[in-house]
């Protein structure tokens, strides 16, 4: 119960926060002390199976701690609000950690003595899966990240050494090996090296791309439409102005690529009027 707490204190705010939605262009407005949840992204980042996190949810919302925020949850994400009178949280906003876990074992059958010894086990189980975490130059952040990371990779039996996931974590974000890993999960029964393949797809970032094509795919198509403009040519992965000669990747950072569209469309209209205007 600890690890998940934890994660959702890490989470939530005092004060009100923009999220960034990705793939969006969009912003989500969270009020004091709501948090988004994925459930397999809470995962690997607190180091619990994906059954574990439903229950620690469960349980909580059961109890009054948390309630959904339905008006603000997609089919990719919920938010929950910490309900701060029902925790009775002190000026610094915590709680006495130790009645929270008494209130959960009563609630769901289990005294203190059963927690403890889950607990127990699932650091033996830890410490056979990751040996030498203690002894890497990694910092506490780091070695969190690897045991999330391993529990995942182990539950979802994808053949990805330690040794990778130690590379990567030292090269890039947590955030971003995980929303990688959930890219590889999409496609695994046509990915034959899934360790090769996360190499690859973490230098190019094609979580990153992924979002941006289908950004950029949906602006020029409601551009072109807005604006009458139908010689631009759209396909799957870029769009292409045939008189001009000009192609545009769908790669491209949105705000680069709407720029550079939008350029070319003016000197495009340009152009017709010239031409239109001389021949009058």
């Known amino acids: 119960m600890m690890r998940f707490i ?3 204190i890490k989470r939530i705010s005092p004060d009100p926060t923009l999220v960034p939605l990705k793939g969006k262009g969009q912003q989500l407005l969270l009020e004091p002390f709501e948090f988004m949840f994925g459930r397999e992204k809470c995962a690997i ?11 620690r949810l469960k349980q ?3 109890l009054g701690y948390l309630k959904k925020v339905d008006s603000k949850s997609s089919s990719t994400y919920s938010v929950f609000a910490l309900e701060v009178k029902a925790l009775r949280q002190n000026v610094n906003g915590q709680e006495n950690e130790l009645h929270l876990e008494q209130r959960i074992g009563q609630r ?13 086990k699932k650091k033996e189980t830890f410490s056979v899966t990751t040996p030498n975490i203690d ?5 506490d952040k ?3 990240d690897l045991q999330g990371l391993l529990a995942y990779c182990q539950e979802k039996n994808l053949r990805i050494s330690e040794r990778a996931l130690r590379r990567w974590i030292r090269l890039y974000e ?3 090996i995980t929303d990688h890993l959930l890219l590889l999960l999409q496609d695994i029964d046509r990915i034959k090296k899934p360790e090769a393949w996360m190499e690859t797809a973490l230098k190019a970032n094609y979580s990153q791309q992924k979002g941006n ?5 949906l602006f020029i198509e409601d551009f072109a439409r807005r604006n009458n403009w139908n010689d631009i040519k759209i396909t799957q992965s870029y769009c292409t102005h045939p008189s001009s000669g000009k192609d545009y990747s769908f790669k491209l950072p949105p705000d680069d690529f709407r720029a550079m569209v939008i350029g070319c469309y003016e000197q495009h209209r340009k152009n017709w009027e010239e031409s239109h205007g001389s021949r009058g």
């Open 213 to 217: 094509i289908k950004e950029n795919r």
């Open 142 to 144: 780091q070695k969190t």
């Open 6 to 8: 934890v994660w959702m």
């Open 45 to 55: 980042a607190a180091g619990m199976s994906l059954k574990n996190v439903y229950t």
């Open 108 to 120: 769901t059958g289990h005294n203190l003595e059963t927690k403890n010894k889950d607990l127990r």
């Open 174 to 176: 947590s955030e971003r």
């Open 135 to 139: 002894r890497a130059p990694f910092s």
């Open 60 to 62: 909580l919302t059961g």
